[in-house]
């Protein structure tokens, strides 16, 4: 934020508008949550999708 160069403004993709170190805290908190929440919803759709193969499939061999 306030000590930040340029340079690493335009590389970062967030930037904090203070350097207070529970901010840093916060951000680091709330980048890991929405990592957690992606994760998950990624293992959920991939779940399902295999499921879903796999009872198309089963019905179209049971079916001929």
Avoid at 6 to 12: F, T
Wanted: aromatic share 10%; glycine share 6%; net charge negative.
């Amino acid at each position: 934020g306030i000590a930040g160069t340029d340079v690493a403004k335009e590389a970062s993709d967030i930037i904090l508008t203070d350097d207070n170190f529970s901010s840093i805290v916060k951000a680091v908190m709330w980048g890991r949550n929405v990592y957690d929440s992606i994760s998950k919803f990624l293992q959920f759709q991939l779940t399902v999708n295999v499921v879903a193969v796999i009872v198309a499939f089963t019905g179209a061999c049971i079916t001929q």
